[in-house]
């Protein structure tokens, strides 16, 4: 009965990878397994191992198979499975490391069952670079972003997000309820368009744990054009923005500000790139109320 479970949603995840990612060219479709537990995870493994027009990865919750189609002269399994234990999900090949799977959600925290994988995330940088050099003869880009990434240094993923966040926050300032609210949408495009694959390991162990509490807080900003209900989940999404601030390499300070009146006196912050105080929680009503409390500088 699970043999024929497994060789069903094997077939089933052809079919969707064929279907939903035809643009993959010269595909080689391999099965294998990943562990996680939910949804969230399967979100999380199908971005991490997916790339356009590269590799596409489908992902099952019952038997924890993943059908990865790829193009083998641009990537390669290893590569595809070291990207998703980066993002915190053990494979055939790749332990993901202990820090990234002490960050996921609680709900994706899966028993680690594989203990003995062929080779240790940490310990396949000889072998990664090699294969990028490989990759690089038919696809210099892509190994250039790869390469880069080993360096410790990501493809700009994370500042489409903080763009979007001061978007939210100077539409609070002009207390316009609409405009914040289309700007909440725009930075739920960003987080789902940030690609987990290409961040540091830094960056991606904040991304994880900021990633679901920026998005409830954007949703809800989204979903009304109240401003005051827009400005209570302000403070929540200003915390989370600053962990992503204090990972991000900035070209200009961004200051963090606090209104000591806001939160019915019990105070509340917010991220600004102008030193001038021009409170989002207030507006024109108080709109120098407020403090810097620290400024990032890297």
Not at 187 to 213: C, F, R, S, Y
């Amino acid at each position: 009965m699970k043999k024929s479970l497994i060789q069903s949603v094997v077939v089933i995840g052809m079919l969707l990878s064929g279907t939903l990612h035809a643009q993959v060219k010269n595909a080689v479709t391999e099965n294998v397994k990943v562990y996680g537990n939910c949804g969230m995870c399967k979100k999380n493994i199908e971005k991490a191992g997916t790339v356009q027009k590269e590799a596409t990865v489908v992902w099952d919750e019952a038997t924890k198979i993943a059908c990865i189609t790829y193009d083998p002269k641009k990537t390669n399994q290893a590569a595809i499975l070291k990207r998703i234990a980066l993002a915190g999900y053990d494979n055939e090949q790749f332990l993901a490391p202990d820090n990234v799977y002490e960050n996921l959600h609680g709900c994706c925290q899966y028993d680690r069952e594989a203990k003995t994988p062929a080779l240790q995330v940490e310990e396949t940088v000889e072998v990664t670079m090699q294969q990028e050099v490989e990759v690089e003869e038919v696809h210099h880009h892509h190994s250039t972003a790869q390469s880069d990434k080993e360096d410790g240094q990501s493809k700009p993923q994370l500042p489409a997000v903080l763009t979007a966040y001061f978007a939210i926050k100077n539409a609070m300032v002009q207390t316009d309820g609409v405009a914040t609210a289309a700007k909440a949408k725009e930075l739920l495009t960003a987080i789902q368009n940030v690609d987990m694959g290409t961040l540091t390991e830094k960056e991606h162990t904040v991304w994880m744990k900021v990633m679901n509490p920026l998005t409830t807080s954007a949703k809800k900003i989204s979903n009304t054009k109240a401003i005051e209900t827009q400005r209570a989940q302000l403070d929540v999404l200003s915390k989370s923005m600053l962990e992503l601030v204090n990972v991000t390499t900035n070209e200009t300070p961004t200051y963090y500000q606090f209104c000591p009146m806001a939160n019915d006196g019990k105070g509340a912050h917010w991220l600004s790139k102008e030193k001038t105080i021009e409170n989002p929680y207030y507006g024109s009503k108080m709109m120098r109320c407020g403090s810097i409390i620290k400024t990032i500088t890297k």
